[in-house]
């Protein structure tokens, strides 16, 4: 069965329809987002380190090609709506860095450990091959998702992905 996928959507290239957008740390799920976020670009403002943009629809979303997050808070303490709420008692999101084989350098062969020598909590490893080149290894429990690893691989081999969904308590929390 065959589902349709908006002009917008074709425009951009999205044939698959299910292109999710990283919104910034600490936003409420994206139904939500979409409904209550007023595009103000307050938090694009706010943010210091210049990789929140204004994405499809004039949303906030975040681009680790231009920075890191160094989760500093300014972006929801300027979220007058509320839908990026800063709660210290939660993660910032579920993000992992997920290296693409065919562009990274190690797996082709080529020493390199930008990736590893970019993140400060130690959860991109590179164990030793026998025989081979060490390749990039991400242990999920070490990372907070800050995207460090991104901007600065040579092979552009590096994408943040989701680990597991939001939990939906935080609509809850922030609009209740």
Not at 98 to 111: I, T, Y
Not at 122 to 128: D, N
């Amino acid at each position: 069965m065959k589902h349709a996928i908006s002009r917008n959507r074709f425009l951009r290239g999205d044939f698959s329809g299910r292109r999710i957008p990283l919104r910034p740390p600490w936003s409420i799920p994206e139904a939500a987002f979409v409904e209550y976020c007023t595009r103000c670009e307050d938090c694009l403002r706010a943010c210091p380190e210049g990789i929140l943009v204004r994405g499809d629809g004039g949303f906030p979303e975040v681009d680790f090609r231009r920075g890191e997050c160094t989760f500093c808070h300014a972006c929801a303490e300027s979220c007058r709506p509320g839908v990026i709420a800063d709660q210290a008692q939660t993660e910032a999101w579920r993000l992992m860095p997920e290296v693409d084989a065919q562009r990274c350098l190690a797996w082709q062969g080529v020493v390199c450990v930008t990736c590893q020598e970019q993140c400060e909590t130690a959860a991109i490893r590179l164990p030793p091959r026998p025989g081979g080149v060490a390749r990039p290894e991400v242990v999920a429990a070490d990372c907070t998702g800050c995207g460090a690893c991104v901007r600065p691989c040579p092979g552009q081999a590096i994408r943040l992905r989701a680990r597991e969904p939001i939990p939906s308590s935080r609509l809850q929390e922030v609009h209740a």
